[in-house]
């Protein structure tokens, strides 16, 4: 079914915290997105820098509409190859997801249900291994931090149906029985089902029945990923709430929010994002400015950090503000979890819907550099050698000399315009007649310095020529124990990439 509106709840005596009430609980998760997006923004030009050099572009700097391009020109793009053998080592195909049981009554379901499961992730379904991929280019190269939004869709129709079990009726009697509907929330006592029997009045109900559904797994922009600035792990499921700000057409946004016609022209606007907050090359270009959609910021938070009623600390609330209405649109607890009122422990996914993935930790930094900005002091170093390495050829051009006094004037004039190239006609010994300026050798420092900066860059992403599948001059040992090396560095990454594709399963399995 789809979500309801806001949930309307008894107000509370308002504690030191001061987020009791639900309009306390929205006001303040309003002043933490809006803090998110102001921290986050300090970082979108060096995302968008990491991704304009990998597909080899100069690198702009966006300052108050401003553009100013890097000097260094990309004579050299190690970023490229780099990300590609980075991510293809780290995750290259969906593997099969395994499943295990521990209450022995539930042995026996386990294998159809990870049957059913590894073909919801699958290409037919969810398709998990696109915004798999999509992540990892984030992380590696774009912005040190990718996250995935796991949701459910269904379309549902309306359908009449008895509001009495009709099978217990003989299909003969039935047929004498006039359909009538019954007022909704009527509650049909047995007297009034035999007034109705007695008047030949077969009483009928309005059901939502379930016509389509899918389960989804989309990547999000690391430019409309919201987190809380206050938060300093690396398991984002420790934080107070997570969140990202999306976009969707009015016919998403109608069923998914139950928003009304009334509301249409309020909440469809054009894309107003600015060139410094996205990570397209030419936001101009790419037609959203023409596009109308619905705007939204969309969270989900632990309701035990907020609310002191609320007993389990695993309950999953959403909230949701759509840009153009005040109030939130949505407020009520998250449906990928259901409780179980007897043993009061929910039922589904206990993470949030919103999976982050970070291959690194930096002290009290939740959101780590990539590894293109980790390495980009050595490939500036690379970029700027090459440049004076095309401007040396550039400008040591070779140039002759003649003495004016041996050459004939005639002659004079044709070298001094290029027409010669063989022999020419001296009056004398003409080693002293004709000669060459000696031109400026490149440095042979330089060279040295620029292995230096491959080599630390190497160090940096921890991939050598080996993982490139290029051919050295070491022998097998030293290549082995080379690979033992990688292979130590990268199994603690591919453990961080397994369980983020693991939390993905996870709230899929608690959707089906």
Known sequence: ???????????KTTDTAGVQTPKEIESYFKSRIAASKRTHKRLHTEWKQNIELRIGHVATVYTGGVSAQDTIQSEINPDWSLTKTKTVNLFSQVPAVQLSHENTQYGAAVAPFAKALNYEIGEKRANIAVPMEEVLNDVVNAAGIGAVYVGYAARFVTKEIPAVDSAQFPPELLSQLTPVALPEGTDLTPEMWQELLAARQLPM????????????????????????????????????????????????GKNEFNLTDEQKDKVLSGSDTRTEDSLRSHVEESGSAETRTITYDQLFYWRYRVDPDEKSFSAIWQLVFVDGITEPVLHAPWKGQKL??????????????????????????????????????????????????????????????????????????????????????????GSRTIGEIARASYPSENLQFDEKSKADLADSWQIGPNQQSQITGSTAAEANVVQQNFATRIGQERGRVATFFLGICEVIAGYM
């Open 340 to 429: 179980d009122e007897q043993s009061y422990k929910y039922v589904g996914a206990c993470k949030f819907p919103i999976r982050v993935l970070t291959l690194t930790y930096i002290t009290d930094n939740p959101i780590p550099p990539s590894d293109s900005s980790a390495g980009r002091p050595q490939v500036n170093d690379m970029r700027r050698s090459r440049s004076q390495m095309f401007l040396n050829r550039e400008r040591s051009v070779p140039i002759r000399w003649f003495d004016v006094n041996r050459v004939d004037p005639l002659i004079q004039d044709t070298l001094m315009r290029g027409t010669f190239q063989g022999f020419i006609p001296t009056n004398g010994d």
């Open 205 to 252: 109900t309005t059901v939502q029945e379930m016509v389509s559904d899918k389960i989804f797994g989309t990547r999000i922009s690391p430019v409309d990923l919201l987190s809380p600035v206050e938060f300093t792990g690396s398991n984002f499921d420790d934080g107070d709430w997570i969140g990202r700000r999306g976009r969707m057409s009015w016919a998403e």
């Open 1 to 11: 079914m789809p979500d309801q509106p806001v949930q309307s709840m008894a107000a």
